[in-house]
């Protein structure tokens, strides 16, 4: 068995082994570039130590592993077109480097390399494998419609927010962990608890991430504090905030939502105060550890590796003590 640095280290060399480059160069080498920036590779690392978790062989499930990381890269290049991004990792944008055309039609090509990779598989496990990629992937989609959508919005609930999360966010770490409990050929019980993990443990990442962007220290979360607070994005804080507030701070808050022309520090922290008055950040943090906890239930319960399962629980942990 590998242990995750090792695992993450299998990751690395197969990336870099691998050979992006075809012609035409111009859909091909932004290709090479996006998966070469680097990250944290979380799905692959998922998919592989899910398959160890219920000792399935890890040498089959590394191509799979590799098209979901494939996949997951293939959404950010389309995210950055949609939002404009200048910067990924702290290189330029492939539509910035190239242009947009370019961008949309190589994270097209890669969409298709990604089926191409979660295909290599045994062929009594691809119509299971491949369905769950087709729901993961729509979810994805549907995740990313309902964050543009609560853009124009201001009466969004904590439940569609967290259904929102669910998609965009946790759907692919937890599919990414089923996609390694199937490739090992895991119990349907054993491959929906870790499914069930992943959706818990991504929820409970993506509202620490809100919580951060407003609370953290910007040194350690490597973004600019309250970024979330100047582009009124609905996250929990917010909107918590505008469902739960005094009528004095909610109007306080849509006057600030809707302001075209401010200061920025001044906008943050305004904010930032209405939050702690209504103790909205500690109703966040309150979530956020009733997801974590839902997360370790469903992994205890798992029947696998103990050593892996421990592995997977230490992973989870780290996620989640950036919050200190």
Known sequence: MLSINQVQELIKSEIEQTNFIKTPSNLYEPIE???????????????????????GDIQKALKPALGLEIFHNFTLLHDDIMDNADVRRNKPTVHKKWNENVGILSGDAMLINAYQYISQCESEILPNLLNL?????????????????????????VDEYIEMIRLKTAILLAGSLKSGAILAKASEKDADLIYQFGINIGIAFQLQDDYLDSFGNQKSFGKRIGGDIIANKKTFLLITALNNATFEDKQT???????????????IDSVKAIFIKNLVDKSSQKLMEEYYNLAMNNICQVNGNEKIKNELIDFAKNLMQRIN
Do not use: H
């Open 253 to 267: 808050l849509k006057s600030w939502i809707d302001a075209k022309d401010f200061d920025e520090q001044e906008k």
């Open 33 to 55: 570039y996006t998966m070469e920036m680097g990250g944290k590779r979380i799905r692959p690392l998922l998919c592989l130590m899910a398959t160890q978790l219920f000792n």
């Open 133 to 157: 990629f087709n729901d993961v992937a729509l979810g994805v989609c549907e995740g990313q419609q309902y964050d543009m959508d609560f853009e124009d919005r201001v009466d969004v609930t």
